[in-house]
């Protein structure tokens, strides 16, 4: 069925967009529903600029540490993801981008990309922050309102729909400085810094769950010894004929001396050592398609946070499930990700499933034979992610192959630790729960308030 919308010519001339779907119904009927409102400001009367990142900047230029450089990845969490984080140097940040400059409580965007429209507040694990030229960064002016309950706000369908409406048609897609200052911020003061609060304990939830993963894994690399590890970076090694004829590997990658270290800490364990298929047991290819009427849940790879091993699931109808939707879940089992695997998409499935769960037979899928040795089997080969490129095959899209994972060593950690990193890991994964949770209910209100103020 048909519809259209009559639009005046200076509302055309006005907004400077000539597209249909800008002025579609549905974003007319939010232009109307926001009117209702009493008091609604724009995103550029609120911040004291907003400004496009560093143009171009140079991988050389990245470190390990000092300002943390902010990019379209690390907005795929609202509360900032540290998924491939970068930093440049001090010096180099105050000498020339420092015009670039965010504080915690600011917001960056994500202006060009797949993730388009996403926004994040900038955390106070950080003082400073700067970022790249494919974001937008909002300074906010902390005298007029909240970083914090922006973010809540912008989360809404109110915040959400005008990001998409103002996104330029074309291929890629793109957000203008201009068009990101038009937002309208819904404003709501006796309740604004209750909604703040929300947000802010919400990352405190989130800097605890991070507290106690690092210190499991500091934990497992001290008893590994993973943390005094000499790496060698030989200019040339040599090989044996018989390893490559044994091995069925001719590549120079496969035998490079610099994964030896990380191998021989877990087969020189003082308590010894077991390949993963003997101290777990795989799940291999289970479940049909065909055979399912109700919606199921859906984990492929990209649901699987590389930087704290969360997942999330999607609903989907049988009939547009994926071809690789082969293996069917119970509970508990860990998932390994075949593809780029050295990105470390490892996560643990939760124990009880409200809904038939399946996910990709990209990923390696093993259930422990111990249940307690679960989270420090998971930890550890997190922690050992890298030595998987010595298997991998292919180049622009390397992929293990499942028979690698199986025969990877692990070692036999002693109870004690092994109970102390799985209590560490619940309470880590207790604690990003509850900041999803508050972070959903900062949303939830902020909603009901609007809900409230729009009603006829």
């Known amino acids: ?265 877990a087969k020189n364990f003082r308590l010894g050592w077991q390949p993963l298929r003997n101290v777990t047991k795989q799940t291999t290819p289970n479940f049909d398609g065909r055979k399912e009427i109700v919606d199921v849940s859906y984990i492929e790879i990209g649901d699987v946070s590389v930087s704290n091993g969360s997942y999330q699931t999607s609903m989907v109808a049988p009939k547009d499930l994926p071809a690789n939707a082969k293996i069917q879940l119970s509970g508990g089992e860990i998932l390994i990700s075949l593809v780029r695997p050295t990105r470390g998409a490892i996560a643990i499935v939760d124990d009880e499933l409200t809904h038939t769960t399946v996910c990709s037979g990209a990923f390696f899928v093993c259930t422990a034979k111990e249940v307690s040795r679960r989270e420090i089997i998971w930890l550890y080969l997190r922690c050992m992610k890298s030595v998987f490129e010595k298997y991998c095959g292919g180049t622009s899209y390397p992929t293990i192959d499942s028979r690698y994972i199986a025969r990877f060593p692990v070692p036999l950690f002693d109870d004690a630790l092994a109970r102390r990193v799985q209590e560490l890991v619940v309470q880590s994964k207790n604690a990003l729960s509850e900041s999803v949770h508050l972070l959903d209910q900062a949303k939830a209100r902020v909603e009901k308030l609007i809900e409230e103020a729009v009603k006829p």
Do not use: C
Request: no cysteine.
């Open 1 to 265: 069925m048909a519809s259209w919308t009559a639009v005046m010519a200076s509302s055309v001339v006005a907004e400077d967009r000539f597209d249909g779907e800008f002025f579609s119904p549905a974003y007319q009927q939010l232009d109307e529903e926001l009117s209702r409102i009493s008091r609604v400001d724009t995103l550029g009367r609120i911040t004291h600029s907003l400004r496009k990142g560093i143009f171009d900047i140079s991988p050389n230029r990245y470190r390990d540490n000092g300002i943390p450089l902010v990019r379209t990845q690390q907005i795929k969490s609202p509360l900032l993801s540290r998924d491939s984080m970068v930093y440049i140097e001090v010096d180099d940040h105050e000498k020339h981008f420092s015009k670039t400059e965010l504080i915690a409580g600011d917001l960056v965007f994500t202006k060009i990309g797949a993730g388009i429209g996403d926004v994040a507040v900038l955390p106070s694990d950080f003082d400073r922050y700067n970022f790249s030229q494919n974001v937008a960064g909002a300074s906010v002016n902390q005298g007029k309102v909240d970083g914090h309950y922006l973010l809540a706000y912008l989360a809404t369908k109110w915040g959400r729909q005008q990001l998409l409406r103002y996104m330029m048609p074309s291929g890629q897609g793109k957000l203008e400085l201009r068009d990101i200052k038009k937002l309208r911020i819904a404003r709501f003061e006796s309740d604004e810094v209750g909604i703040a609060e929300l947000v802010v304990k919400s990352e405190k939830a989130l800097r605890e769950s991070r507290t106690n993963q690092i210190e499991a894994q500091h934990l497992l690399e001290a008893e590994l010894g993973l943390d005094k590890l000499l790496i060698q970076k030989p200019v040339g090694y040599t090989v044996n004929f018989s390893d490559l004829e044994s091995s069925r590997r001719s590549d120079a990658e496969f035998f490079h001396v610099g994964y030896e270290s990380f191998l021989a800490a």
